[in-house]
């Protein structure tokens, strides 16, 4: 390890613990996506904590009713000109969490340190990549401030990520310029065998509803007449299902099923709502067709002929981030910088989605470059029944901020090479 980031190592372990109470602010705020005003309270301290280090904020108003405000946080550049515009980059969290007020009431799921592990709502997913963020930038101030001074930062931060909101991803195409160097998206980064695992692809996701209208009639009087709508949708969701192949790392979950009304009575109606997930984009179009494609038939019928009737609607869908040539050059650069520090880094694929499916396409995108930690999305704690809540990993913290700095140091570098 070089005077450089020896240099960083020490600065960040001693501040340390500053770092530890902005996140404790943070994770104090309720910041449920359907929560408004508490994804608001946390984007003002957001842009309070980030104004100390020379950002401006704009809040933008989410599209849909009810959710907050997303973030933009801009620094310029201390000099730009047409000719040779200053490097950009855009750093990407959020600012909405999982937990509704009622169930970390519930779980008694506030923050709390035991150990090397820090617990709360948001902990790894995703306030500690805020604070993340945080430290990159301290860090480049300290060591590299001409790197920090000549660039245009972007720090988005997406008001309801958690729900899969839309609007946000073109907020940023309308506020990044063309020459952006890379997405970097601050989600949680996974450790393994002492091994940073950095998210380099990510499934995509379609949502569907299955609706069977079918025919009512008195179950002991007249059966024959009906046409029995749960009958219907159970060999609709079991070919649903069957498009499961994990091999191609395909998968199909049914997760709702509703249907009828009383026992006395022929279902008339029934519903059910799946998804769809798969790395390849070709095989995830194909799948989608073959869900769609399942309406046409029908295997139940009344005595006289009437047959139900299955609908299927695509409400959602987000294309996959499959693995690409710009989001590679981004990772060996990572790789190489680990390798220098004597850490290991390892690329990752992921099911779940984050806002780099949405930028992939448009910039040179990488992921999971957050802190460490685990049980995201977890409220519960039991021991006896193996539960236990989201927490992050106080250790990771210096040391993936170290590569972060350095890594980004030298992707400015080269950008002006």
Known sequence: MNNASLKIQNFLEDRLFEYLDILQQMVAINSFTANAQGVNELGKLTAEVFARRGFQAEFV??????????LFLYRKPASNSPEQPAPTLALISHLDTVYAPEEQEKHDFYWRIEGRRAYG???????????MILMVFDALREAFPDVFDKTHWIVALNASEEALAEDFSQCCL?????????????????????????????KGRAYFRVDVEGRSAHSGNNHQNGANAIVQIAHTIQRLAALTDYERQLTLNIGVVQGGTVVNRVPHFAHAEAELRAFSPPIFDEAIEKVLALQEESQVFSRDGFACKVKIHLLERTSPWPQNEATQRLF?????????????????????????????????????????????????RDPNAGKDQEYVSIPSFVPKALLNTLAIQELIEQAQL
């Open 121 to 131: 709502p948001g902990c790894v997913d995703i306030k500690g990549g805020t604070v």
């Open 332 to 380: 060996k650069l990572w790789q190489k910088t680990a390798a220098q520090l004597g850490m290991k880094v390892v690329a990752e694929r992921r099911g779940g989605l984050s806002d780099g499916n949405f930028f992939w396409q448009h910039f040179p995108t990488l992921d999971g470059l957050g802190p460490a930690g685990n049980n995201a999305h977890c409220s519960e």
């Open 174 to 202: 309308d506020r990044f310029p063309a020459h952006t160097l890379a997405c970097l998206v601050f989600e949680a980064g996974n450790i393994q065998d002492d091994t940073f695992k950095l998210v380099t692809a990510r």
């Open 61 to 70: 108003p989410s599209k849909q009713p009810g959710y907050g405000q997303h």
